[in-house]
Structure formats: structure tokens, C-alpha cells
């Protein structure tokens, strides 16, 4: 196993591995807590661990998916609180989610772990709600863009899609992503609404309104898809 090295950090097992059809990096986390970096043959340990840990902060946030949550979880304008207490309530004040859960139960069970789940999925939607949808409406009517209507879904791989009659799919994971790259997305399907695919006048058109496109489309590609 010459092409795998290993390494612990914060009580994560890391594994790279170089692998023959990889063009980018590509980081996994196993439910086992295991976080497998996977690279092109041509890329040297020192880029994908220094791409690693850059990335570190948002893997650990990662563990959603895994049904581990962790306390002071955040969404992007909340930070969620978890405390002890003698009921199970879920309570929204300022710019905190509070999650009570009763002192007998454990915090790793299956029933814990689904409400918080499901508190963690409603604030990202809520978020998303306020943000999203104004965000792309002030970027509409700047740019000139009509669209139709605007649904947000919780998916793992999409992160938007516009259909043929200009309605609007945004993920609400997006908003785990930098206001930039959110910016990104927005504008690609707001050009979805007068070019359908993806041929070079597509391009040239997001460019005109998303000048650093190329950056953020890679940004996109290259931090792990949330879904919680
Ligand atoms: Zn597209």
C-alpha cells in the first residue's frame, strides 16, 4: 500500500490515496469518522494535506451527514446552543438556536440525534428563505433576469437547476457556502433563464455578470456537498 499514507488530526483518522482516474482532490468522510483524501497521481501530499486542512473546519461540519452532530454547530447567521435540560425544546433567540435535551437521554441516541437534525435542517431552511430568495431577486432585477418561481429542496448533489419554464430550484445547503460562490450559483441559473445548457455563450454570459466564475465553480467543486 505504498500510494496510502495515514495520519490522526482532532481524533480523525486521514487516509490519501492517490488514485489513477482522480483530476482533483476530493475529500470523503466515512461513517467510521474516517476522512479519505483521494488525488490525481501527479499531486504531491504536501497539496492535498495543506488542501485538507484548509478545509478542515467545514469536514468536521461535515459530520452532519453522519448523525453526529456536535454542540455549537452552526448554520450561517446561527450558532446552534445544545444544553441539558429537562425537556426536549427547540428555541430561536438572536442570532441563537437553542436545543434543550432531557438530562437522561443520551446525545448520540437516534432520537436525539434526528430532533437535532431536524432543528439544524429547519434553521438552514429558514436561512435560506430570508437569503436565497432575496439574494436572487436583487441580482435579477440588476442584471435584467425574469424567472418564474423559486423552490428551495434540501438535495446532495444539486446544488440549483432552472427548468424550461424558468422555475428555480436552490439547494438550502448553499447556505453553508461563502456568500461568493452563493453568488455564483444565483447567477447560473439566473442565466439558465435565457440559456438552457452549458455551450460557451453560457459561459461568456455568467462572466459578464460573475467575473471570477472559474474560482468559485471550483470552490464549489472542491469543499464536500452538504446535505443534512
Ligand atoms: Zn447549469
Redesign the pocket.
Known amino acids: 500500500m505504498k500510494n496510502i499514507k495515514e495520519e490522526i488530526i482532532d481524533g480523525y483518522k486521514i487516509k490519501y490515496k492517490k488514485h489513477i482516474f482522480s483530476k482533483n482532490i476530493k475529500i470523503t468522510l466515512s461513517k467510521d469518522l474516517t476522512v479519505l483524501v483521494t488525488m490525481p497521481i501527479f499531486c504531491s501530499y504536501k497539496i492535498a494535506r495543506d488542501f485538507l486542512y484548509k478545509n478542515f473546519e467545514k469536514i468536521k461540519n461535515f459530520k452532519i451527514n453522519k448523525k453526529t452532530y456536535t454542540p455549537d454547530l452552526k448554520t450561517k447567521f446561527d450558532t446552534l446552543k445544545i444544553i441539558k435540560s429537562d425537556i426536549l425544546k427547540i428555541q430561536k433567540k438572536k442570532e441563537y438556536i437553542y436545543f434543550y435535551y432531557p438530562k437522561n437521554e443520551d446525545f448520540n441516541s437516534d432520537k436525539i440525534q434526528n430532533k437535532l437534525k431536524e432543528a439544524y435542517k429547519k434553521a438552514l431552511k429558514t436561512e435560506a428563505k430570508n437569503y436565497l430568495i432575496n439574494r436572487i431577486d436583487f441580482l435579477a432585477k440588476k442584471h435584467n433576469f425574469k424567472y418564474n418561481k423559486i423552490a428551495l429542496k434540501n438535495q446532495k448533489t444539486r446544488f440549483g437547476?432552472?427548468s424550461i419554464k424558468n422555475n428555480i430550484n436552490l439547494n438550502i445547503n448553499l447556505m453553508l457556502y461563502d456568500t461568493e460562490v452563493i453568488d455564483y450559483v444565483l447567477i447560473?441559473?439566473l442565466v439558465?433563464t435565457k440559456i438552457k445548457n452549458?455551450s460557451q455563450n453560457f459561459w461568456i454570459e455568467v462572466e459578464k455578470y460573475c467575473p471570477k466564475y472559474k474560482i468559485l465553480r471550483k470552490k464549489l467543486k472542491e469543499t464536500p456537498v452538504y446535505n443534512c
Do not use: A, I, T
Open positions: 437547476s432552472c447560473h441559473e439558465h452549458h
